[in-house]
């Protein structure tokens, strides 16, 4: 694009290192990694419609290739190119029950862990919809020189260094936070880059979209019923033009919501008391990324990102967007 500079991935973060003398340049290596890892998941993504023809999870493809399911290979993708990188020291994912410490020198020697949900929303590769990749990096607590231990993975979401997710919709993006904010890179695909294309998002004070499985609304509690009956009642009173969106795919409600403002709920129910969500691999790093653009994100009864972690698959309420929206359905759920 002459006359046009496009700004990479990588140096928006070596440019924004440099705001910090002392920095190392491993936070930015580890984005660069993540980035990495999900263009190979995007190509992959990119040809789920094929399954039929190419096979599925275990089955053999006509070219007599074992076929992994998209999750599953999303998983192994982001733990080899982490393994392989050298400033991660280990990591944590929805996949698995346990983290996973790499043991080599130079990840013993890093200061960063890493927790990801893969391919979040999975069950809507079927019908192609959005879907997407979410990770958080901690600073770790243990020594370095040792293996990364559970504590590393179990902080809470107020200790993130940085938060971010890819979405595989109909255009690639990442979008990641640091305390300095937030920004968006869009795949060009010619060039197989994420260049910066929403700088500095920012989550609208209001919204009117709400975003919840309304299926589920005779399980709620009265207040979460309360919310939704005030989103629904006299709709059409200028003061209350709320609409109702809901796909089904955290990454894709979330980034709506970051773009377009509003709130999204996956609440507590009669039957799941913690709701669904899992607080270390989708709660916090969204919670961190929407706070950073200026919204806010809640259980019901705290701060998401002053929860501290009992283990590691931990599910929690959330209520998240924008601060007026939320502030409205917290007032009515309390
Ligand atoms: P997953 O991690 O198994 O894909 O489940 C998480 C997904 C979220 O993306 C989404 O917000 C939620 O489950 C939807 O759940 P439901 O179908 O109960 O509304
Ligand atoms: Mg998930």
Do not use: W
Request: charged fraction near 20%; proline fraction near 4%.
């Amino acid at each position: 694009m002459p006359g046009r500079k496009l700004i990479t991935l990588d140096e928006f973060t070596i440019q924004e290192t440099r705001k910090f003398p002392q920095a190392t340049g491993e936070l930015s290596a580890i984005l660069r990694d993540i980035g990495l890892a999900c263009k190979i998941i995007n190509k992959q993504v990119l040809k789920a419609g094929l399954v039929d023809i190419l096979g599925s999870h275990g089955a053999t493809n006509v070219q007599g290739e074992e076929q992994m399911k998209l999750d599953v290979y999303a998983d192994q993708t982001l733990v080899n190119v982490l393994r392989n990188s050298s400033e991660c020291a280990g990591i944590a994912s929805e996949e698995n029950d346990e983290h996973i410490s790499f043991d080599d020198e130079y990840s013993l020697n890093s200061k960063y862990v890493v927790l990801f949900d893969p391919l979040d929303g999975s069950s809507n590769i079927d019908v192609n919809a959005s879907i997407g990749t979410i990770f958080s990096i901690y600073r770790r607590v243990s020594p370095l020189g040792s293996p990364c231990t559970e504590a590393d993975f179990l902080q809470p979401g107020n200790k993130l260094m940085a938060a971010g997710y890819v979405i595989y919709g109909s255009s690639t993006m990442m979008v990641y936070a640091t305390k300095l904010g937030v920004n968006g890179f869009t795949l060009e695909p010619s060039i197989g880059e994420f260049c910066l294309s929403h700088p500095s998002m920012k989550c609208k004070e209001n919204g009117k979209i709400y975003s919840i499985n309304q299926g589920n609304t005779n399980k709620y509690s009265d207040g979460t019923r309360a919310f939704l009956n005030y989103c629904m009642e006299e709709n059409k009173e200028e003061d209350r033009p709320y609409s109702h969106r809901y796909i089904g795919s955290m990454v894709a409600d979330m980034h709506r919501t970051l773009i377009k403002g509003g709130i999204f709920m996956y609440p507590a129910d009669k039957k799941n008391k913690n709701g669904k969500l899992r607080l270390q691999y989708e709660c916090n790093p969204m919670s961190f990324i929407i706070e950073a653009a200026g919204g806010v994100s809640s259980t019901g009864n705290q701060r998401v990102l002053d929860v501290e972690p009992a283990e590691l698959h931990q599910r929690v309420p959330i209520y998240i967007g924008s601060k007026k929206l939320v502030a409205k359905a917290l007032e009515m759920h309390s």
